[in-house]
């Protein structure tokens, strides 16, 4: 079986897979590296515009690792999933000062870099080094599961390590650039997590799941996300032109992104902005919803009087020193969460 699906995968992939991604026809590993990065959990949709726009600012590896980190996390703004950007950078620093410049060739030394997976070096590593090597993202975990009948609870470390041996066995002697990109086509094509397609998939002869007519039963992973919920008021205060965003933590939700100010409940900012010169505007509250969270916010537009002091206006921020001023321009060339920028965006 396994020399027949690596061949019936990489003639499906050679006629009938995807082959006009910007990222295809090159082994440049900093552009592979790049849609790798951008495509873990994002569709290709829309990564297509980040990309393009990610390699007019920063063509190589050496322009990235000089940027400003926020200038990074500016352009990958809306993206979502900001470490990825902050790894993304670190990874291009650690190319620059530890490899020369170059992306090392081998799997095993590309998955020690800043936010490289085994999977994302083992992909890099085929596509520019033809590596043979196997990759096992979500949508690959996806087809290899069914085709094999791998009911093992992925949740577990064990299994995990015994779909990649899996995996591997399934490996071709040549064509593994043909072979990976065409477990990614399939997976993201035909191999759908609802309604698969299975009348047009090159494997469905051998495909366990096909045969058993419950594809949607794999891959098994039992260990469920736990949703949260959070609630903050987002104080938006203006003086003047300009308007005070502060630098989130390093860590947790939208870490290192410019965001609002936030507070707990309505009592807290009413104590907070007492005796504030100028006046405060609800706007209409929305939920975000990321992976894990709901997030209700609040937001209160609070204007102080253009003739306000500056030094009055210090002691009013004073309470947020990773904070600074910045014109709506300059706001909307930060990294912003999403939400801010729509919110930024929204006509007064």
């Known amino acids: 079986m396994p020399g027949a699906f690596a061949r019936q995968v990489i003639a499906w992939q050679r006629s009938h897979g995807r082959h006009a991604l910007p990222w295809q026809g090159t082994r440049d590993p900093y552009r592979v590296w790049l849609s790798e990065i951008m495509l873990q959990q994002t569709q290709v949709a829309t990564v297509l515009v980040y990309y393009e726009r990610f390699l007019q600012r920063f063509p190589d590896v050496q322009s990235l690792a000089a940027a400003a980190q926020d200038e990074v ?27 020369g410049g170059r992306f090392p060739a081998r ?50 470390a064990a299994q995990e390590r015994a779909l990649w041996e899996r995996a591997t066995a399934l490996l071709p002697d040549s064509g593994i650039e ?12 035909l191999c759908l997590a609802r309604s698969p397609q299975c009348l047009l998939c090159p494997v469905s002869e051998g495909c366990t799941a096909a045969r058993e007519g419950r594809p949607e039963r794999y891959p098994v992973k039992t260990r469920k996300l736990k949703r949260s919920k959070r609630e903050h008021l987002w104080l938006w205060l203006h003086w003047g032109e300009r308007l ?9 939700v939208w870490a290192g992104l410019w965001s609002l100010p936030e507070f707990d409940t309505a009592d807290a900012l009413g104590e907070a902005s007492a005796g504030w010169p100028g006046e405060g505007e609800a706007l209409p509250s929305f939920t975000h919803v990321l992976t894990h969270l709901d997030w209700t916010l609040h937001p209160r537009r609070w204007t102080l009087p253009a003739h306000t002091a500056a030094k009055r206006a210090a002691q009013i921020v004073s309470p947020w020193p990773s904070g600074r001023w910045f014109t709506l321009d300059e706001a909307l060339g930060a990294g912003l969460p999403a939400p801010l920028r729509k919110l930024l965006l929204q006509p007064r």
């Open 178 to 189: 043909a072979y990976t990109q065409g477990l990614m086509d399939l997976g993201a094509t």
């Open 244 to 252: 005070w965003l502060v630098q989130r933590p390093d860590s947790g």
């Open 73 to 99: 996390l500016a352009l990958w703004s809306g993206l979502g999933y900001y470490s990825r950007a902050r790894n993304l950078h670190r990874c291009a620093q650690a190319v620059v000062a530890e490899h």
């Open 107 to 156: 799997s095993e030394t590309l998955a020690t870099l800043p936010g490289i997976g085994r999977s994302t070096a083992a992909a890099i590593a085929a596509f520019c080094f033809g590596e043979r090597v196997a990759i096992l993202d979500g949508n690959v975990k996806r087809v290899l599961t069914r085709v094999l009948g791998f009911d093992g609870d992925l949740a577990v």
